[in-house]
């Protein structure tokens, strides 16, 4: 029976999971940028974490800020990831594939399990938000000069 109240709305998709309904604001100066981990990117690039999980709906979101050469290693997560492009060009590339280069307004999924990297395209920053969603990330060796330039 569906009572109408918020607090028994369920997470679309996943049965029986509940989530927080509230609005909630994550206000940036409670985290401001930070350089990347050099363990997991190369060249420069800063994070900004804007939102996390909450009340059983695991999303976390990143604004990442790649400066000219500045990329992810190559990594896999467990569930879905979305980039949405808001600034300059972005360089994505699939293990075993062509990489690809995106701009501002435009959007990439990758599913669950690919093995990827992502980061500015050549001559000019890219800034992205990353929205992670049921995730856990296994971080791999980095992307070297020649598959960031796709020699």
Same mark, same amino acid.
């Given at each position: 029976m569906?009572?109408?109240s918020?607090?028994?709305? &369920?997470?679309p ?13 994550f &206000? *940036?100066?409670?985290?401001? !940028?930070?350089? !990347?981990?050099?363990?997991?990117f ?7 974490? #804007?939102?996390s ?13 790649f400066e000219? *050469? *500045? ?7 467990s569930?879905?990831? +979305?980039? #949405?492009?808001? %600034? ?6 699939? +293990?075993?594939e =062509?990489h690809?280069e995106v %701009?501002?307004?435009? !959007?990439?999924?990758?599913? =669950? ?5 992502h980061g500015? !395209? ?6 992205? #938000?990353?929205?992670n ?5 296994? +971080?791999?060796e =980095? ?9």
């Amino acid at each position: 029976m569906v009572s109408g109240s918020d607090l028994d709305r &369920r997470e679309p998709g996943v049965a029986g999971r509940r989530y927080n309904p509230r609005m909630q604001i994550f &206000r *940036g100066e409670a985290s401001p !940028a930070r350089d !990347a981990d050099t363990n997991t990117f190369v060249g420069q690039a800063h994070v900004t974490h #804007l939102a996390s999980a909450d009340a059983g709906v695991p999303v976390v979101v990143y604004h990442v800020d790649f400066e000219d *050469g *500045g990329r992810t290693n190559w990594h896999i997560h467990s569930g879905a990831q +979305w980039l #949405l492009v808001v %600034a300059g060009r972005v360089r994505v590339q699939v +293990w075993g594939e =062509p990489h690809q280069e995106v %701009a501002a307004g435009d !959007a990439v999924v990758i599913a =669950p399990g690919e093995k990827h990297w992502h980061g500015a !395209a050549p001559g000019g920053r890219g800034v992205h #938000l990353a929205v992670n969603v049921n995730f856990k990330t296994d +971080w791999l060796e =980095p992307v070297s000069d020649e598959q960031y330039r796709g020699i």
